[in-house]
């Protein structure tokens, strides 16, 4: 949600282009961290897997060459509102998994140029096409792993509400996607700091770790939203009142020694004195 920019390469994808967006958005993003007057003197905006035609595998998750005048690695998905590529193995082995001879025709025709259909575009459970004009046929597309189900196959535990008692954890949502459900299926743990599954799964071609670890970004939003315990919150204060009473007695401290100091300055004098009265009278 929120204030986002589209990139006009194949991906199709949408990013916070800013930190501030991302904050709007109250999604605990990260923003791909451009100003707001260099997002606003950009003519188009293509992200750089698109400049580059390094895209990941949808299915592995890999790096690779979609440029097909040059060797190209990874292949898209011919769906004209799919912006996810392959490598020709990974989506063959996908659509084939218990053919491996049609599996191995498959990949070398993608190879050759062959256009193909991935996963994203049939229910894993009726293996029968999405249908957008038909209820319950609707297709919810998992935004992790190229798996789908129509809205009617979904399994229980993908749902659109949280239920405590059933310890089922939401794991789908409505028009968040065009005429789709964006979920994230059940291979994928979901962190409750985040409220999705681990946010390492982008990766740049000059980033090969992704743009920031999810985990570092769990940590964070977890340090920002804990609230100490009572037990805590006696031992600060305690830890408070030990504190206080420690500089309290410092400083008595050293006032008492200032005291002593005067007192042991006031003897010697005193004693310098009288010795010096018994001088000057055994002088005269």
Request: with cysteine; glycine share 6%.
């Amino acid at each position: 949600g929120g204030s986002l920019l589209c990139c006009e390469g194949s991906c199709m994808r949408s990013f916070h282009a800013t930190r501030k967006a991302a904050e709007e958005a109250e999604s605990e993003c990260v923003s791909l961290g451009f100003t707001e007057k260099e997002v606003k003197d950009m003519p188009n905006f293509k992200c750089r897997n698109c400049q580059y035609n390094l895209h990941q595998c949808f299915s592995c998750g890999r790096l690779g060459s979609s440029d097909k005048s040059s060797n190209a690695e990874v292949f898209q998905c011919v769906n004209a509102t799919c912006g996810y590529f392959y490598h020709p193995r990974c989506v063959a082995k996908l659509l084939h998994r218990d053919n491996e001879v049609a599996a191995k025709e498959l990949q070398n025709k993608i190879l050759a140029g062959e256009s193909f259909t991935c996963p994203l575009h049939t229910c894993v459970v009726c293996k029968q096409p999405e249908d957008k004009s038909a209820s319950g046929l609707q297709m919810a597309v998992c935004r992790r792993c190229p798996k789908a189900y129509h809205e009617k196959c979904l399994p229980r535990k993908i749902s659109f509400e949280e239920n405590e008692e059933e310890g089922i954890i939401r794991r789908a949502w409505r028009f968040l996607l065009v005429d789709r459900i964006l979920i994230y299926c059940l291979k994928h743990e979901i962190i409750d700091d985040l409220g999705t599954p681990e946010r390492d799964h982008i990766k740049f071609p000059d980033d090969e770790t992704g743009r920031q670890s999810s985990t570092a970004l769990r940590d964070s939003v977890a340090l920002k939203r804990k609230k100490p315990s009572m037990a805590e919150t006696y031992q600060s204060g305690t830890a408070m009142q030990f504190k206080r009473k420690a500089v309290l007695d410092s400083y008595s401290d050293k006032r008492k020694g200032q005291k002593f100091s005067k007192l042991k300055v006031t003897e010697t004098s005193s004693c310098l004195t009288t010795e010096k009265k018994s001088v000057l009278t055994k002088v005269g």
